[in-house]
């Protein structure tokens, strides 16, 4: 099981950390990913992470801005998400990968991912 939490309402120009933990002893050898859904558009790609950690692809729109990170000791995936637009109000997930290793190709396609936790709101005011 996957469970997101850390979302809220924040200003243009703010910070939030997401948090995604997993549940089970096999998370270490997932690839994870964030991907987020805006009212009324497709869910779209925003990062990933491979098993180790060594290899993290992200949407052009936030490059430079959000950083993915993991702790596998503690299960747990994050998404740290600097200097946010109003354009990124979205419901953000997480979602794994059990085969563990992700291309650039692989990484934006949701149908790569086999497990999906519930969404957390993310809300950047103007």
């Known amino acids: 099981q996957l469970q997101a939490f850390g979302g809220g309402l924040v200003q243009a120009g703010g910070s939030l950390r997401l948090s995604c933990a997993a549940s089970?002893?096999?998370?270490?050898?997932?690839?994870m990913g964030w991907f987020r859904q805006a009212p009324g558009k497709e869910r779209e790609f925003v990062a990933a992470?491979?098993?180790?950690?060594?290899?993290?692809y992200y949407a052009d729109s936030v490059k430079g801005r959000f950083t993915i990170s993991r702790d596998n000791a503690k299960n747990t995936v994050y998404l740290q998400m600097n200097s946010l637009k109003p354009e990124d109000t979205a419901v953000y997930y997480c979602a794994a990968d059990t085969y563990g290793v992700l291309d650039s190709d692989s990484a934006k396609d949701g149908y790569e991912y086999d497990y999906w936790g519930q969404g957390t709101l993310v809300t950047v005011s103007s």
């Open positions: 089970g002893r096999t998370f270490s050898s997932y690839a």
């Open positions: 992470i491979n098993w180790s950690g060594g290899r993290t």
